[in-house]
Structures are given as C-alpha cells and as structure tokens.
C-alpha cells in the first residue's frame, strides 16, 4: 500500500475505534450481541441489547446444568436437545465450540470485552454473577465436578440412539470391569422387545466392520488417487491464475487512490472534499478486492490434497481405530456416520459424505467415477 494511503486508512481506522471505545465507556454495545439477547433500536438512533426471553431461558438452564456439576459439554448438548431446547430450528444442536464460547462469554453478568479489557455495560445480565463463576471455576478444572471424574464411555453421550423409541443409549459397568450398554428409558417406554444389554466388545466389532466397508480394492485405490491428483492439480493452476489478476487489479486500484489522493493535495480547498469522497470510494473497492484475494489464497491452501487425504486416511481407519482412546474413537464415529442406532443387539449406521461414496462403491468397484 502507498505510504499516503496507508496514513489515511490508519488515521480513518483510529476514527471508528475512537467512536466505538466512547459508545462502549458509556456501556452501550455496537456490535451484534450474543445468544440470548435482542438488539432494540432507541429514539437517538442508539442499539441497545435486550434479553430474549425465551433465549435467555435457554441460556440459564445451560449455565445451571454446568454449575451443577454434573454435565459435560457433550452431555449437555444432548440433554439441551432431549429437551428441546434447540440452537435454532434449522440447526438443533449446539455445536461444543458454541457452547464453550457462551460459557465464557461475560455479556452475559453484563460486563463487555473489547480490545483486552472489560467494561461495564447498561444491558441487562441474564445470568447470576455467582452461578457465572462457579461455571468458570469448573471449564478450569478447579470445580468439584462430577463429569471430570466418571468413567469415559466410547460408545455413550447420545452418540448411538435406540431403534425401538429413539432415545439415546447409555452404558453402564458391571463388577467395576464389563461395559454394557442399554437404551436409556428401558424402563419407561414401551419397547416392541426388551432393550438388549450389549457388551461394549460386541458394539466395537460391528463399527469397525463398517470401517472396513470404507476400504477399496488396490487397482481401484490407485486409479481414483491418480484421477484426484490430476483434478486437483487442474484446480491449482486455475486458482494461481486468478490470484495473480487479484493482485494487477488491487495494484492498479492502489495507483489510482495514490493519485487521487496526491491531486486533493494540490488542489484547491473547495475542491478537497470532492476528490477525498472518490478516494475512499475507491479504497473500498480496494478492500473488496484484497479481502477477495486472502480468501482465494486460503482456499487453496486448504484444498490441495484434500479428497486424497480422506481417500488415503479411510483404507487405514478400521486398522488404526482399535488403538484410540475413547474420546477420538467417539469423534472418528461421529463423523464418519450419521443416525447410529442400536437394534436389538445390532448397530445401523448410515455413512456421512464424503464417506458415503465410498462405502457405497466398494462392493461395485468399476461404477467408481
Ligand atoms: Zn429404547
């Protein structure tokens, strides 16, 4: 960027963080406020956030279930959707990374960061100030909480539900050694058959046999790693070339602001205002173009490779699988299927994208195109 244009961004940058720091000092929220809360337009033209009732209920009940020490973030996302207290109508479930996030947001006990430091807001809290702290203590480690200390099951958490009535199946441990699992309302729900108690080894078994539907045949491994390369290699030449009209496009837009900007300084001073007006109009556009140019660059740092990666990652999953930890056992089938669900003593599973392809083909290995 040109030395001139650069004083003017800075200086123009300085002005709207001057303006913010003055609304947030005076406890007002310019920004779009989080989970929970409504933004009301005052008379003045000044936003204000409100509570959401019905969200901020949901709210609550979420600091209140980790407070109570007995949730962790994956139970309480199953217990939030059992409830029915949903994310959003198209998005049901809370993602953990939300849920993490909210748990450590301070908007919610009225205080707002920004730039590092806290300020106090005139919205009002939604959550206890005690009930907050408590939540913090534990997402630290230094709460008494139950979840930290109970066993972790493999196969538990919601992840598998009960064919029968749908709800989630739960394990339990026998003589301190045996896992089992079992539907959890075995004794409430009316079930076509009696709930199955199945050993945890009988339930490890059939998902890597579902894995190993993920395997293909040598030639065709190798012919489908050939064909993705070549694609891949096509699209990295053709993003590369569109990178590099990015960039002539931006420098010449910076040339042109440059002048402009070097014209309002000979010009008259009626005239001033007329040639800033243009500059920052083109400046924007300049923005457009380089916020364009850093999204095509990380695209194509994040596409090279990938369908060979996840080609190449599942012919090694089932034998890999057996030798994980509970926690990414769970996460590897939870994004490998989709609708796991326990029959009687046998596991269904449908295969999420894009393992699907590949599940479905490995029984027809020439229809593979
Ligand atoms: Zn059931």
Not at 53 to 75: M, N, V
Not at 76 to 96: A, D, N, P, V
Not at 219 to 245: A, C, F, G, M, P
């Amino acid at each position: 960027m040109g030395v001139v244009a650069r004083w003017y961004t800075d200086n123009l940058r300085e002005e709207v963080n001057k303006g913010f720091r003055s609304k947030i000092e005076a406890g007002e929220y310019p920004h779009r406020p989080p989970y929970g809360y409504r933004t009301v337009k005052e008379s003045k033209g000044s936003k204000f956030p409100t509570p959401d009732p019905e969200k901020a209920e949901i709210i609550r009940t979420i600091f209140k279930l980790i407070a109570s020490g007995k949730y962790s973030i994956d139970t309480l996302r199953e217990e939030l959707f059992q409830r029915g207290m949903y994310f959003s109508q198209s998005t049901r479930k809370w993602t953990r990374s939300h849920l993490a996030k909210l748990l450590r947001h301070p908007f919610y006990i009225g205080k707002i960061p920004w730039h590092g430091k806290i300020y106090e807001g005139k919205h009002k809290p939604i959550v206890n100030e005690q009930v907050w702290q408590k939540v913090q203590e534990i997402l630290d480690g230094r709460g008494n909480a139950k979840c930290h200390k109970r066993r972790e099951f493999t196969y538990g958490h919601g992840l598998i539900k009960c064919a029968d009535c749908g709800y989630s199946i739960t394990a339990e441990t026998h003589k301190q050694q045996y896992t089992y699992y079992v539907c959890s309302q075995r004794r409430h729900l009316n079930h076509s058959a009696k709930p199955a108690w199945v050993p945890e080894q009988l339930i490890e078994s059939q998902v890597v046999s579902l894995l190993d539907k993920l395997i293909l045949p040598k030639e065709v491994y190798n012919w489908v790693i050939e064909y993705l390369k070549r694609i891949s290699t096509q699209e990295v030449v053709d993003t590369q070339k569109e990178l590099k009209l990015l960039k002539r496009k931006i420098s010449e837009s910076q040339n042109t602001v440059d002048a402009i900007l070097l014209r309002a300084a000979q010009a008259e001073d009626s005239l001033v205002d007329g040639f800033m007006r243009l500059a920052r109009e083109r400046q924007s556009e300049m923005a457009l173009l380089q916020r364009r140019f850093e999204q095509t660059k990380l695209g194509l740092q994040e596409d090279t490779g990938g369908p060979v990666k996840i080609l190449e990652l599942a012919q090694h999953l089932s034998r890999r699988y057996v030798t994980l930890k509970p926690s990414p056992k769970r996460q590897i089938a939870d994004s490998v299927f989709s609708n796991l669900e326990l029959n009687g003593v046998s596991l269904c599973a449908e295969y999420r994208l894009p393992f699907a392809i590949l599940a479905k083909n490995t029984n027809r290995p020439l229809n593979y195109a």
